[in-house]
């Protein structure tokens, strides 16, 4: 455990306890909840996994890790002017912003988010995008979208930037139903991407 960790342990127990009272208010007045967003689950799964990775493959240029983070003017600190899914601090302070994306990505928000981000950094701030792509589901009718997202974004934003989010022990290749010829695409694991992306703060 470090200082760090103890203090996100401490913060997400008091969010976690002022979550666990508004749904008890919601509760008692009889407030349907709101469905839970796929996009929020996707932000928790990949944070998790850029955790593992880190505990089992210390990184010497990452300092810290951090999720859900909002920025804000000084005279308006209850507006958010961006957030950011998952932030990681390098220790030169270059932030490297991972932004999960499980559904249609829109390249003007990309490019608006990467803006704030240097804003609120420098502008050696650095962006990628995570998108889902479980390949043995390969022949589900959802899959296609995810694959045609992926692909799109690597054409605009460049190879590294694009991060596949892979189960465990997925095939590393994959072949989309109905596609002519039929072809055998490659899927690296997530920390292998991980693993590229930050391989030039290692020295």
Request: charged share 25%; proline share 7%.
């Given at each position: 455990?470090?200082?760090?960790?103890?203090?996100?342990?401490?913060?997400?127990?008091?969010?976690?306890?002022?979550?666990?009272r508004?749904?008890?208010?919601?509760?008692?007045?009889?407030?349907?909840?709101?469905?839970?967003?796929?996009?929020?689950?996707?932000?928790?799964?990949?944070?998790?996994?850029?955790?593992?990775?880190?505990?089992?493959?210390?990184?010497?240029?990452?300092?810290?890790?951090?999720?859900?983070?909002?920025?804000?003017?000084?005279?308006?600190?209850?507006?958010?002017?961006?957030?950011?899914?998952?932030?990681?601090?390098l220790?030169?302070?270059?932030?490297?912003?991972?932004?999960?994306?499980?559904?249609?990505?829109?390249s003007?928000?990309?490019?608006?988010?990467t803006?704030?981000?240097?804003?609120?950094?420098?502008?050696?701030?650095?962006s990628?995008?995570?998108?889902?792509?479980?390949?043995?589901?390969?022949?589900?009718p959802?899959?296609?979208?995810?694959?045609?997202?992926?692909?799109?974004?690597?054409?605009?934003?460049?190879?590294?930037?694009?991060?596949?989010?892979?189960?465990?022990?997925?095939?590393?290749?994959?072949q989309?139903?109905?596609?002519?010829?039929?072809?055998?695409?490659?899927?690296?694991?997530?920390?292998?991407?991980?693993?590229?992306?930050?391989?030039?703060?290692?020295?």
């Open positions: 455990m470090t200082p760090q960790n103890l203090r996100n342990a401490y913060n997400g127990t008091l969010n976690l306890g002022d979550a666990a508004r749904a008890a208010i919601r509760r008692a007045n009889q407030v349907p909840q709101p469905p839970a967003r796929i996009g929020d689950s996707l932000e928790r799964a990949v944070a998790r996994r850029v955790l593992d990775w880190l505990e089992q493959n210390p990184h010497p240029a990452v300092q810290s890790v951090w999720t859900g983070v909002k920025i804000a003017r000084e005279n308006t600190p209850h507006i958010a002017d961006a957030e950011f899914d998952i932030l990681i601090v220790k030169n302070g270059i932030l490297f912003h991972l932004e999960c994306k499980s559904a249609n990505v829109e003007r928000e990309l490019e608006v988010n803006h704030r981000l240097k804003q609120a950094g420098s502008q050696l701030a650095r990628a995008v995570v998108v889902p792509i479980f390949t043995r589901r390969a022949t589900t959802w899959f296609t979208a995810l694959h045609s997202t992926r692909f799109r974004l690597q054409d605009q934003l460049g190879r590294q930037k694009v991060l596949a989010f892979t189960w465990p022990n997925q095939p590393d290749t994959y989309l139903p109905d596609s002519e010829p039929p072809e055998q695409i490659r899927c690296d694991t997530f920390e292998n991407g991980l693993t590229d992306l930050l391989r030039p703060y290692r020295q």
